[in-house]
């Protein structure tokens, strides 16, 4: 028996940005470090970075705000 497809309301705003969350993983790659570097950021909480069900999540948004207010330093 298959599932039925879950389907998200749309959003409240024109300028609502989709919710993505990267894998530590894919952040690593975008950033060009390692995944060990990446999580030594997370735990100094240096990278904005939360738990999902035991997993490391980081809101691509919060990843760029974080890159830009490196850039202004």
Do not use: Y
């Amino acid at each position: 028996m298959a599932l039925p497809l879950l389907s998200c309301p749309p959003p409240m705003d024109d300028n609502a940005q989709p919710l993505r969350l990267l894998t530590p993983h894919e952040t690593a790659e975008l950033l060009q470090v390692s995944k060990r570097t990446l999580q030594r950021m997370i735990n100094r909480k240096d990278l904005p970075a939360f738990k999902v069900g035991g997993q490391w999540r980081i809101h691509e948004t919060a990843l760029a705000k974080w890159l830009e207010g490196l850039h202004e330093r």
